[in-house]
């Protein structure tokens, strides 16, 4: 089957997907342990509601994914930027990306990596080796994580010493060794651990990779898709005591590689982040749960031409803090979750380009973003929950002469019902949202300038009187869980609808007649769509499908937004054998052509990939895994990628530990 004829099927309505759950397929046992931090409320994924899905350490290790792409791409919703010639990623949340849309932390901490050129304005660097679990949040329904998210929030959560030590250990080392055929990709992932007693833990994790230049599906070569990778986290952990715990966090990514068109060349990323979060969950004082945390994050991209042999270089440091608390009481027979919260993070932006033009093209500057946030959860009755919350915004921008500064009250509400509560469908709820978000204008956006080289020759224009984006959300949708169904099995499901109106929606503007790109506020944007996920797990069988459609359109003119993934439909099937030591499965994508594009812009053709996995634990101490990516060696380029992505490529995976 074509993935067009899905689309017709799903919109006659003849196939049901049931919304953004979280885990995905073999996942689905594992819900109720899961918690994600949604609101700045920690709680089990089960009892989450809105656009929210989770993947965890144990699936991506299952799918051995290779790219941060490779682990968010089967979730409904979103969809990864990744050039591959460019270890970076992007990630598209609802058909919004670029210039902070879509806020990525790594344990809390922002990354605000920004380059123009002919790839995507907004990118990290980030190993998935180094990942616990990764909590994403589609729309603004998450603007209590700052300013800027009016796609929404990506949160990587790094592997800590307590959840890698299993509970009968002081101490575990862990080599993996990973072969892939197409490019001769090797990865090494070593991980050591020490228990600190009763007080917490310290984790090391080291990560070289050597990857080759890859084939597409048709044997061609790609070429500059080689990279050399050497990454590494140190995290400890302290638990001192009386409900507090204490995380500080240490990663460094250093990745070479080639890159570019017209100019190649070599180039040299160090992505650092350091974090610390302190948490106090009140020690059974209901009055406080209180985190704060601050961190900072430095990327430096240093390139030199091949031939010419000149050199630029961008770098961008991130210095941020969030502190929060969460209170429970009761007035009356209201059940109030209160919390309340304030933020703030600056951008220092410099970049250097002695013989060319890349320091107008990404301006030098610096911009201070902050806000304050209260929002109050009250449980009228067991079948009734209502949310009100409202954020206050402020920022303020310099460089190059100029600047600029503005604030906004961003208001939130939700309603969740909950009709079946002594019911068999207890786990079923509806819910709907209205919530805004707003987005200062970036440093780039507000500042580039200068003449973009032949052959096309052209003028960027400043506009320092750039309007901030204030998206407006509304969302309807429901979210279910059942155990026990037909034996001892589970199915969950989550559904949602959404329409985002963005006010002064800031895009590239080209001017023909003065022959001028600026970036401009365009009146109005909307952006509208429909996802789920629904995900069955008997133990012994498992399987999951996903799907999301998205429209965007520039309602000035009423052409189309550039930055809309196309439809895609996820499928999921697998089995375990051998008292569950080996896990066989396959993982079909069936994405649509996507030609609802503006004039003159590229589109993509319609494609299938499917990819086999399979793992086997012989012990704790011994696993191997053995997978197949794209084994029908499809040829296709995804529609936000510049380049065709792999072929057939044969993936083995040896894990070995030692602990005690």
Request: with cysteine; aromatic share 12%.
């Amino acid at each position: 089957m074509r993935f067009s004829t899905f689309t017709r099927a799903l919109l006659c309505g003849t196939v049901f997907i049931a919304g953004a759950s979280a885990a995905r397929a073999d996942e689905a046992t594992d819900l109720d342990v899961i918690t994600v931090t949604i609101d700045k409320v920690k709680k089990a994924l089960n009892d989450a509601v809105g656009g929210i899905s989770v993947t965890t350490r144990k699936e991506m290790e299952r799918d051995a994914s290779q790219t941060v792409s490779d682990v968010l791409d089967p979730m409904p919703g979103v969809a990864t930027d990744q050039n591959p010639d460019d270890p970076a990623t992007a990630v598209n949340i609802r058909g919004l990306q670029d210039f902070g849309r879509v806020a990525v932390t790594i344990d809390g901490a922002r990354q605000n990596f920004q380059r123009s050129g002919h790839n995507a304005n907004g990118m990290f660097y980030f190993e998935p080796e180094m990942m616990q679990q990764v909590t994403v949040t589609r729309g603004p329904i998450a603007n209590v994580y700052g300013s800027g998210a009016i796609g929404g929030v990506v949160s990587f959560d790094t592997i800590d010493a307590l959840s890698f030590l299993h509970a009968d250990e002081n101490a575990a080392i862990q080599q993996r060794f990973r072969y892939g055929t197409n490019g001769d990709s090797l990865l090494s992932s070593t991980i050591a651990a020490v228990r600190l007693g009763e007080y917490g833990g310290l984790l090391g994790n080291i990560i070289v990779r050597d990857n080759g230049s890859y084939k597409d599906g048709n044997g061609d070569r790609v070429y500059n898709t080689n990279r050399d990778i050497i990454a590494g986290l140190v995290k400890g952990t302290l638990t001192p005591g009386n409900g507090q715990r204490i995380d500080i966090s240490y990663i460094k990514n250093h990745d070479t590689f080639k890159n570019g068109t017209t100019t190649v060349y070599d180039n040299t990323v160090d992505a650092d982040t350091l974090a610390a979060k302190y948490n106090w969950d009140g020690n059974g004082n209901p009055y406080f749960n209180l985190t704060a945390s601050a961190y900072w994050t430095s990327t430096e991209q240093s390139q030199e031409a091949i031939v010419s042999g000149n050199t630029r270089d961008f770098n961008i440091d991130t210095y941020g803090t969030d502190v929060y608390n969460t209170s429970r009481f009761e007035t009356g027979w209201l059940k109030h979750t209160f919390t309340v919260g304030a933020d703030v993070f600056q951008d220092k932006v410099k970049v250097v380009d002695p013989a060319g033009t890349a320091d107008l093209f990404t301006p030098s500057g610096k911009r201070t973003v902050g806000g304050a946030f209260v929002q109050d959860q009250v449980d009228i009755t067991k079948w009734l929950e209502i949310t009100g919350a409202g954020r206050f915004d402020t920022y303020e921008l310099e460089g190059g002469g100029t600047d600029s500064s503005g604030s906004r009250f961003s208001p939130k509400a939700m309603a969740v019902l909950k009709p079946f509560e002594d019911t068999s469908l207890a786990g079923l709820k509806f819910y709907g949202s209205y919530a805004e978000g707003y987005r200062a204008p970036a440093i780039t956006e507000t500042l580039i300038s200068g003449m973009h080289p032949p052959p096309a020759v052209f003028y960027f224009v400043p506009n320092p009187d750039l309007k901030p984006e204030v998206g407006h959300n509304l969302e309807a949708g429901l979210t279910g869980s059942f155990s026990n169904l037909f034996t001892d099995d589970t199915l969950t499901m989550r559904a949602s609808v959404y329409r985002n109106n963005v006010s002064d929606y800031i895009g590239g503007v080209y001017n023909p007649v003065l022959n001028e790109y600026q970036y401009q506020n365009i009146a109005k944007a909307r952006l509208y769509g429909i996802e789920g996920e629904v995900a069955y797990d008997a133990g012994v069988f498992f399987a999951g499908i996903a799907g999301s459609m998205v429209r965007g359109k520039n309602r000035t003119d009423s052409d189309w937004l550039d930055t809309v993934p196309a439809d895609k439909l996820v499928t999921t099937v697998g089995f375990r054998a051998f008292d569950q030591k080996a896990t066989f499965g396959a993982r079909w994508f069936a994405v649509a052509k996507q030609d609802r594009v503006p004039a003159g812009s590229p589109t993509s053709e319609a494609y299938n990939v499917v990819n086999l996995f399979s793992n086997y634990n012989y012990n704790e101490n011994l696993q191997l895994g053995f997978n197949v990516d794209n084994i029908f060696d499809e040829n296709y380029r995804a529609y936000l990628d510049s380049s065709n992505s792999p072929g057939r490529t044969f993936l083995f995976t040896l894990t070995t530990r030692l602990g005690g």
